[in-house]
């Protein structure tokens, strides 16, 4: 697998979760990350990214609860989600990509975890 993500489950309302997610020095190097999440139903939307320079973006979803990172180190990217709320409870994704302009894209995507919010 060229992402491998961790740290979902079940949490109640208000409660924190860190997902994690981890890949290769030739991936983490030269792509942005991100998170996105598809709750039931619905269509898959941008959480957070940041970039190699450690710009980051956030869904309007996430501002001001969730913060994403990286760790050079470990090759990385970490999502710490707090005040969580149901409407959180969806599969989360790991994506890697790197953006070729005209070109294109090249994207990496994870398997899915789930993020349960529920009392």
């Known amino acids: 697998e060229d992402l491998v993500e961790s740290g979902g489950g079940l949490v109640q309302p208000g409660g924190s979760l860190r997902l994690s997610c981890s890949t290769s020095?030739?991936?983490?190097?030269?792509?942005?990350m991100g998170w996105y999440r598809q709750p039931p139903g619905k269509q898959r939307d941008l959480v957070a990214a940041?970039?190699?320079?450690?710009?980051?973006n956030y869904g309007d979803s996430a501002k001001g609860r969730f913060t994403i990172s990286r760790d050079t180190t470990k090759n990385t990217m970490f999502l710490q989600m707090n005040s969580l709320k149901p409407e959180d409870t969806a599969v989360y994704y790991c994506?890697?990509?790197?953006?070729?302009?005209?070109?294109?894209?090249?994207?990496?995507w994870g398997q899915g975890i789930q993020v349960t919010v529920s009392s």
């Open positions: 020095e030739s991936i983490f190097s030269f792509y942005t």
């Open positions: 940041i970039t190699t320079d450690g710009d980051t």
């Open positions: 994506n890697a990509n790197l953006d070729y302009g005209d070109i294109g894209r090249d994207d990496y």
